[in-house]
Structures are given as C-alpha cells and as structure tokens.
T-cell receptor, first 109, second 115 residues
Framework: GQSLEQPSEVTAVEGAIVQINCTYQ??????LSWYQQHDGGAPTFLSY????GLEETGRFSSFLSRSDSYGYLLLQELQMKDSASYFC??????????FGTGTRLKVLA | NAGVTQTPKFQVLKTGQSMTLQCAQD?????MSWYRQDPGMGLRLIHY???????DQGEVPNGYNVSRSTTEDFPLRLLSAAPSQTSVYFC??????????????FGAGTRLSVL
C-alpha cells in the first residue's frame, strides 16, 4: 500500500532548530510537499521538492532523497507561533495526493 | 480575493439524512479536491477533479458523490449520512500547471457531526 510515516510529536525550545522526518512508500512518486496546520485551522503550503536536495524558504527548508524514499522539513530559529502540526504529502503526478499522519510540533519558551 | 470558500462551517446531521457541502474558488484553478480529516489523522482524499466535467475517486470515496459543472464550484454530496462520516472536511484547489502547480490552497473546513 501507499503510506507516509512521520513521528507523531516533536518538542523543541524557542530559537532552536528542529527536523521533521518523512519516509514514504508510494507508487509513481513525483514529489513531496509540506503543509502546516494550526489547531482548528486549515493546512497551508510550506514547500515542495520534486528533485533531490535542499529547498530553502526563509526559516524553513525541505530536503528530499529519492533513493532513500525520505524527506525532511527543517525549521530554524523556532518561534512560539511555529507550534502546529506538519504534514508531508506525496503526489504521483496525477493530482492524487497522499498525506502523512502528521507531526505535532510543540515549541517551549 | 476570497480564495477557497466552504459552506457551511458547521453542520449536524441525523443518520440517513443527505446534504451537500459547498466549495467555491475564485482563482480560476483547474484542480479541486475534497479531503476528510479525522482527529489526530492526516488528510484523506475523497474525490478530485482536474477540470470542469472531469472527476475521479480518491482514497475514501464510498458514501460521497461529486460533480464539477463549472471551474469555480465543486460540491460534495453525502447521500445517506452515517456516524462514520463525522469528520472535518476540507476543500482545496490548485493551479494544476506552472510553477505553483503543486501548491494546494485549502478552504477553512466544514465540521460535520452525524448523530
């Protein structure tokens, strides 16, 4: 079957760096997306990797290794407002997206 | 620019009732989709559409119908509501092409309870 595995919860302190991992097992893999969702809110897009390597967008970076079926989201200079759930999602190029179960990030003061 | 608008925001149904969740986008996006999110879970794709007149099933389509008669609207119909359909429903749209083709824009969600 198709699945994306993420740790259920990660805790870090303000100002620190945290990495959220995602390992996937999907057919016809095309790329990996990352979304942020605050409690009670809607998911919002953070980044997308179609090629191996690192994509940087401000304090957030995302990495993909197709050979390892693995990606991660890196959050730097953590702020309290980064406390949220983070989801990876794969697509097969046919707009049929599969989401991971999500990682809840808690940022401590 | 409203983005993706979902109505209603909250709904309570009795088992066996039918209803339609509305979704509209004003970004002229070709791709639209419906997801459900259960507590502590990721989003699961119900149905999606790559353009007006074209729909396809996602991961969990049973009990739901969709149609796409215009680019802007993508309603989701629950034919005979069951308690297992209690969930938060999100509609999303995407350009489907160009540099932003993989970015999905989500509506605020509809929180549905089936008693």
């Amino acid at each position: 079957g198709q699945s994306l595995e993420q740790p259920s919860e990660v805790t870090a302190v303000e100002g620190a760096i945290v990495q959220i991992n995602c390992t996937y097992q999907t057919s016809g893999f095309y790329g990996l997306s990352w979304y942020q969702q605050h409690d009670g809110g809607a998911p919002t897009f953070l980044s997308y990797n179609a090629l191996d390597g690192l994509e940087e967008t401000g304090r957030f970076s995302s990495f993909l290794s197709r050979s390892d079926s693995y990606g991660y989201l890196l959050l730097q200079e953590l702020q309290m407002k980064d406390s949220a759930s983070y989801f990876c999602a794969s697509d097969s190029g046919t707009y049929k997206y599969i989401f991971g179960t999500g990682t809840r990030l808690k940022v401590l003061a | 620019n409203a983005g993706v608008t979902q109505t209603p925001k909250f709904q309570v149904l009795k088992t066996g009732q039918s209803m339609t969740l509305q979704c509209a986008q004003d970004m002229n996006h070709e791709y639209m989709s419906w997801y459900r999110q259960d507590p502590g879970m990721g989003l699961r794709l119900i149905h999606y559409s790559v353009g007006a007149g074209i729909t396809d099933q996602g991961e969990v389509p049973n009990g739901y119908n969709v149609s796409r008669s215009t680019t802007e609207d993508f309603p989701l119909r629950l034919l005979s509501a069951a308690p297992s359909q209690t969930s938060v429903y999100f509609c999303a749209s995407s350009p489907g092409e160009g540099l932003a083709k993989n970015i999905q824009y989500f509506g605020a969600g509809t929180r549905l309870s089936v008693l």
